[in-house]
């Protein structure tokens, strides 16, 4: 729907999506799908200037260049991670030699400084250029007037090392 469709309305709290932004998406609708196996769940539409895919360092670096460059357009940041963005490498190093640094003392206010906002725990499956949407695997779309695919790996387990309070994959 497009906004001020019967069927748009406030956007409330979606199971595995963070909103952390004071700036809402252009025109959240919530739209019922009747082609999903379970048609009384709801499905999401969100719009937004730029969609970054992927939730990791790059996002981080992504959207604060484009606060940097000046724009004040809505930024959506959409990524499997289920942690905001963080510097991986200085964590795993900072972990192992330092008893007192947690995860919390890495983070990288993505959201806080750049109006992002993030939906964590979101893998897209899909990207339509034509239509300029990515979809995810919960069948919910992200419109965009530009995208960056940012996403990245997923870490190596190594045998014998299990995660722990000082491992993380």
Do not use: N
């Not at 499905?43 to 606060?67: C, L, S």
Request: hydrophobic share 30%; glycine share 12%.
């Amino acid at each position: 729907g497009e906004a001020g469709d019967d069927q748009c309305g406030e956007v409330g709290r979606v199971e595995g999506v963070v909103h952390r932004s004071s700036v809402a998406p252009r025109s959240p609708c919530r739209v019922e799908d009747p082609g999903r196996r379970r048609p009384s769940v709801d499905v999401m539409h969100y719009d937004y200037d730029f969609v970054i895919v992927g939730g990791g360092m790059v996002a981080d670096a992504a959207a604060k260049g484009i606060r940097e460059q000046g724009s004040s357009g809505s930024i959506g940041i959409v990524g499997e991670e289920r942690t905001a963005p963080f510097p991986r490498p200085a964590l795993s190093k900072k972990l192992w030699t330092d008893p007192d640094f947690t995860v919390e003392d890495a983070a990288l206010d993505t959201a806080e400084e750049t109006s992002a906002t993030l939906h964590l725990g979101t893998p897209v499956t899909s990207v339509s250029p034509d239509t300029r949407t990515v979809t995810t695997s919960a069948g919910d779309t992200f419109g965009y007037g530009r995208l960056l695919l940012a996403t990245g790996g997923h870490p190596r387990r190594l045998d014998g090392l299990d995660p722990s309070e000082r491992v993380l994959y």
